[in-house]
């Protein structure tokens, strides 16, 4: 059974606050993350993409390079505004918003929704109500893939606790126990094809964080 998460609307606005001042200062890679060559190299037919978290969009960017469009979705405004500045071209774009939000707006399906390194910025309900949301956008047969940081990875053992998976070290995290997240997603209506937890997936100079990454479809 999950614990109640101590997790606020205070704590909200100090996050998004935090991301725009580290968007402003533009100091993220612009080369892929190994996650997205990773998804790429899964796809063999062009495929309407969803991003949430978009971030400096180097993803999101990756993809539309390969023949997608791309839509990059993101809570910051420092970071849609980078990306538009960023990527003004091409079979792509970027909104500000949540993925709750867009949905109410925008009545487009997708073939694949991608995450990275985004559900542990959410509260549990939050994350509930993107993976709910996420199921309802996409097409039949469509994929989700999602890479989060794992409760086994160190970083979950330092700064501030709030809950068994809540920190705040530098910001706000919620670290992720695979078991209890594919029991989530199975209860949605994803079929489990691929979960992985393991370091070497996620490395950025000396740090390699435990992670999980996971590949579901909409059935």
């Given at each position: 059974m999950e614990h109640k998460e101590k997790y606020?609307?205070?704590?909200?606005?100090?996050?998004i606050h935090?991301?725009?001042?580290?968007y402003k200062k533009d100091n993220?890679?612009?080369?892929?993350?190994?996650f997205a060559e990773y998804v790429a190299n899964k796809l063999s037919t062009q495929q309407d993409i969803l991003e949430i978290g978009c971030g400096n969009g180097r993803d999101s960017k990756f993809f539309s390079s390969k023949g997608h469009h791309v839509t990059g979705l993101d809570r910051s405004r420092e970071a849609i505004e980078l990306c538009k500045n960023l990527y003004s071209s091409g079979p792509i774009e970027f909104f500000y918003g949540t993925i709750t939000e867009i949905a109410k707006t925008n009545k487009k399906k997708?073939?694949?929704?991608?995450s990275r390194f985004v559900i542990h910025a959410m509260s549990l309900n939050e994350e509930l109500e993107m993976l709910k949301v996420s199921y309802q956008l996409?097409?039949?047969?469509?994929?989700?893939?999602?890479?989060?940081r794992s409760t086994?990875?160190?970083?979950?053992?330092?700064?501030?606790?709030?809950?068994?998976?809540?920190?705040?070290?530098?910001?706000y995290r919620r670290f992720i126990i695979l078991d209890e997240f594919i029991q989530r997603l199975v209860q949605i209506g994803f079929v489990v094809v691929e979960a992985i937890e393991n370091i070497?997936?996620?490395?950025?100079g000396e740090e390699d964080p435990m992670v999980i990454r996971v590949q579901a479809i909409k059935a």
């Open positions: 606020n609307m205070s704590s909200d606005k100090e996050l935090y991301w725009d001042e580290y993220t890679p612009s080369f892929p993350s190994p997708f073939d694949l929704i991608y996409l097409n039949k047969d469509g994929q989700l893939f999602i890479e989060c086994n990875d160190p970083l979950s053992q330092k700064g501030e606790i709030l809950s068994r998976t809540e920190r705040v070290f530098g910001h070497g997936l996620a490395k950025f």
